[in-house]
């Protein structure tokens, strides 16, 4: 998947010959320009995910929530998924039932950019997902230690059943998490187009590369999973 968070990023995602299954719209970068990203949106050749992401978790900028809600209404008919925080659920609980009546898929995301939460934590999030009727959940953790990489590994050997999956990290390890959580049933790896926005977040042509070897092992940081669980 690629993640557009520029104009720079839709003229890409426009020219690419071979697009991802799926682009991912980030509303909050685009708040100020939102009719120029409408025009555009029939020139992306891949289905999109929308999102207009609280500031709290990673957002460009401070959107107000009235502000976010109008975004994710204003492209909803062009999205084939919306991602919602699960903190936001309540406050944004009109955009996930619309999502639903329209079939639009829904993700329901967790972001902590400090550190990876002990597993009990991560379980209870996927869980109050699951419990909310979200197609998917998503957690983004920070991974720059072999440890905290071995706890997001574990999550997801544990996950709740009848619920998709995707889980990745930042920070050191966060392109090699991204790798080894494919590898685990991880539903969606996400990629930048050109610039990357997030540490350890690979580029499309990497993640297609190191996504289609036969030994993630050893072309990836030379990570190999017994080391990861140390």
Do not use: C, W
Request: aromatic content about 4%.
């Amino acid at each position: 998947m690629g993640v557009v968070t520029s104009r720079d990023g839709l003229r890409i995602a426009a020219r690419l010959r071979k697009p991802p299954d799926l682009l991912e719209l980030r509303l909050d970068h685009f708040a100020s320009v939102a009719d120029d990203v409408e025009n555009m949106i029939a020139r992306l050749p891949s289905p999109l995910i929308i999102t207009a992401r609280d500031f709290r978790e990673g957002g460009a900028k401070q959107l107000s929530l009235r502000k976010r809600r109008d975004l994710l209404l204003r492209f909803l008919p062009h999205a084939t998924f919306v991602d919602i925080e699960l903190r936001s659920l309540h406050a944004l609980a009109s955009i996930f039932e619309m999502a639903h009546q329209r079939k639009v898929e829904r993700i329901l995301s967790v972001h902590d950019f400090r550190t990876t939460p002990d597993l009990r934590t991560m379980l209870e999030k996927s869980r109050e997902a699951k419990s909310a009727g979200t197609e998917v959940f998503k957690i983004v953790t920070r991974v720059d230690t072999g440890h905290q990489l071995a706890r997001l590994i574990e999550f997801m050997e544990r996950r709740p059943a009848g619920i998709r999956v995707s889980a990745m990290g930042i920070g050191k390890l966060g392109g090699a998490s991204r790798i080894l959580l494919s590898g685990l049933g991880s539903v969606m790896a996400y990629a930048h187009l050109g610039k990357m926005t997030l540490e350890g977040q690979p580029s499309l042509s990497q993640i297609r590369r190191l996504l289609k070897s036969t030994s993630l092992q050893e072309n990836f940081l030379h990570l190999p999973v017994s080391a990861v669980r140390t």
